[in-house]
């Protein structure tokens, strides 16, 4: 039974929805009065608080298990994520599933729960802002039974932007039904660097128009669901060799290349009134010539974002403990640098002590000021208003019932699955595969680590999926580096069947030797690279070859059906790929793709 306080708000808001402009305008007012008075009676060490977003162990904000305890005093020196909140306050918690906050969606609404109740029960209590990487595609923390859509670059693939808007507006109701308000997704880099080795097909692709349309329209989904978007990486990580996850990447884009290619997607997703964005940490010579990353970086952050881009919102760095923010100062001055910069939330700090302190110490010794730090919290506390938190902050064990993995949301993220997969070679018209003349499979190829939530591993899921189709379809496994002898247990095999289907991934020299190989047994092959669609180049004497963009479920047994014949492939690509023997030439540009009908 909703509260008087829920039925309140419904109430507002049906009123809000009938008011003149002038009106809403005066309720915004009010809002954000009411907010400034919250901000006036927070405590100094309660604002720095509501500045980090931190991880923390366990399935339980009360109970974790006994290694998630050892975790978190180790790393934090609390013992569960309810400790942690009475310590330090935090504004917001981020979900890995390597820290075992993701189950399954009930136990993460209950997680969801025991965090809101341990904050909002400290004085001047405030909901939390749980927030997590739900991408789709290769970066996921929540898994099945949730729906799980194809990443970006196989978005771009598939084109339209309503199935962008689509996959931000079920994604965002599921979210929001466990109780996570704030998703680091879309990416909004432009992939213009085949050998980026962080973003690749996390991307939507190499044509910043098309990148912005399907920014845009993902906002526009995720938001209308009622869960904040978070475009990633400003100013632009999609031209970077170097993962700055362990390095320090330089971007060498002139300012001139910068506003016509790195800025498109992040202007269109300002204009659709995204609530948040991610800094990257790299060096951008050209927009701040000091050598900082660009999440320390006043004349990126404040200069350019804020000022020439006009954005008020949310801006939260990428995570403080990746390499690229560390390399030129210290775990004490990155925070505090950061704020200097213009960013509002600190996300994952190395250790939270530190930074924490850090921050309050220079407050009190002058470097930062008290009402810059209410800056940052104001714009925190708006984006917390404007998600429901303060009105709703618990979900309810019906409602991820109701919503999570409904038998539609499984049939769109198919439905969109289909239109991605891209037919770039197909000799004598292999595809599709008859059940008459090609009934015995034989699926081989490399098995990378499944993305979480997903079953894995992709030589079995390809080969279920076969099956189902009719097929009599055998997995097996040969990694992404298999050995001679591996190579010929795999040609040995294909003596047996009447076609071959073969996973290349980011492909390395023995995987072509191992398709090479069973190119010349002269049984049928289909090869499909299942992450970056470069790998096609490699591999000229291959009669089909498609791209999947990933190596989830969804994306795999879309690949499928178009190898059965159940569905066309309709993907185009979003990036172009190069020749092997002279990367200066393109042997497929954007846009390439086959169809069945010619």
Request: proline residues 6%.
């Amino acid at each position: 039974m909703p509260s008087r306080r829920t039925v309140l708000a419904a109430t507002a808001g049906v009123t809000a929805a009938l008011a003149v402009s002038g009106a809403a305008r005066a309720d915004d007012q009010q809002r954000d009065s009411r907010l400034r008075s919250l901000v006036s009676r927070m405590t100094l060490e309660e604002k720095v608080g509501q500045l980090f977003v931190m991880r923390v162990y366990g399935h339980s904000a009360t109970a974790p298990d006994q290694a998630d305890i050892d975790a978190n005093l180790k790393e934090i020196g609390v013992r569960t994520a309810a400790e942690m909140i009475a310590r330090y306050r935090v504004g917001g918690i981020i979900y890995f599933t390597w820290a075992h906050n993701t189950r399954d969606p009930h136990q993460i609404a209950d997680l969801s729960n025991g965090i809101q109740k341990a904050s909002l029960w400290q004085p001047r209590g405030l909901p939390v802002l749980i927030s997590t990487d739900q991408e789709h595609g290769i970066v996921c923390r929540v898994g099945e039974p949730a729906t799980l859509f194809p990443g970006a670059m196989a978005m771009g693939a598939g084109g339209p932007r309503k199935d962008a808007r689509t996959l931000g507006r079920i994604a965002g109701q599921e979210l929001r039904a466990i109780g996570i308000r704030q998703n680091y997704s879309p990416v909004a880099d432009v992939n213009v660097n085949p050998a980026n080795p962080v973003i690749g097909v996390r991307s939507f692709g190499a044509d910043p128009q098309a990148v912005a349309g399907l920014v845009a329209a993902e906002v526009a989904g995720y938001q209308g669901a009622g869960v904040a978007a978070t475009a990633k990486h400003f100013p632009g990580h999609g031209d970077t060799a170097v993962d700055s996850h362990y390095g320090f990447p330089v971007i060498t884009h002139s300012r001139e290349l910068w506003e016509k290619l790195d800025a498109v997607p992040f202007r269109a997703a300002i204009r659709a009134g995204i609530d948040s964005i991610m800094t990257a940490h790299i060096q951008f010579p050209a927009l701040d010539a000091s050598g900082d990353p660009a999440t320390l970086s006043h004349p990126i952050l404040t200069g350019i974002l804020r000022g020439e881009l006009g954005y008020d919102g949310v801006v939260v760095t990428d995570s403080l403990g990746m390499e690229g923010v560390r390399t030129k100062y210290g775990d004490d001055r990155v925070p505090v640098l950061a704020l200097k910069a213009g960013v509002d939330q600190l996300l994952n700090p190395p250790s939270l002590d530190v930074a924490w302190n850090a921050v309050l110490g220079a407050v009190r010794d002058g470097e930062l000021t008290e009402a810059r730090l209410d800056e940052s919290v104001l714009r925190i506390l708006r984006l917390k208003a404007r998600r429901g938190l303060f009105e709703e902050p618990y979900v309810s064990q019906g409602g991820v019932t109701r919503t999570v993995g409904t038998p539609a949301h499984l049939a769109a993220a198919d439905r969109i699955a289909e239109r991605t997969t891209t037919l770039l070679v197909n000799e004598r018209r292999l595809l599709p595969l008859s059940r008459r003349t090609h009934r015995r499979l034989l699926v081989v190829g490399a098995d990378p680590a499944s993305p979480s939530g997903t079953t894995g591993p992709p030589t079995g899921v390809l080969a279920a999926a076969l099956t189902a189709l009719g097929f009599t379809a055998t997995a097996l496994s040969t990694g992404t580096a298999p050995t001679a002898a591996v190579v010929a247990r795999a040609v040995a095999a294909a003596q047996d069947a009447d076609a071959v289907i073969v996973g290349t991934y980011n492909i390395t020299a023995a995987q072509k030797t191992l398709v090479e190989q069973l190119v010349a047994t002269g049984r049928p092959v289909v090869a499909i690279a299942i992450r970056n669609p470069y790998d096609v180049a490699q591999l000229p004497t291959v009669p089909a070859y498609l791209a999947t963009y990933s190596w989830t479920d969804v994306e795999l047994r879309a690949a499928a059906r178009v190898i059965a014949g159940r569905a066309a492939p309709r993907g185009r690509l979003p990036v172009p790929v190069q020749r092997a023997d002279d990367p200066a030439k393109v042997l497929y540009p954007v846009g390439y793709g086959l169809s069945y009908g010619r």
